[in-house]
């Protein structure tokens, strides 16, 4: 899928991917695969999957497309 990162808390290691034409997408770092999540921020476009977490659906296999 892909989204555009709407919000992370860099701090606590997760935020929210939008994606378009359906619900925002939890993300944690963990997730995260390729770029460098220190430099997160909203606006920055992502691929990933969206997978079963332990709350339900989550971002996983994470791409940060930063510029």
Do not use: C, W
């Not at 695969?33 to 909203?42: D, E």
């Not at 997978?51 to 971002?59: D, E, N, T, V």
Request: a positive charge; zero cysteines; glycine letters at 12%.
């Amino acid at each position: 899928m892909k989204g555009t990162i709407k919000s992370y808390e860099r701090d606590k290691g997760f935020g929210y991917i939008q994606v378009p034409n359906s619900d925002d997408v939890f993300m944690h770092i963990t997730g995260i695969i390729s770029g460098n999540p220190k430099q997160i921020k909203a606006g920055d476009s992502v691929d990933f999957v969206k997978a079963m977490g332990q709350q339900g659906f989550q971002a996983a296999k994470v791409v940060l497309h930063q510029d």
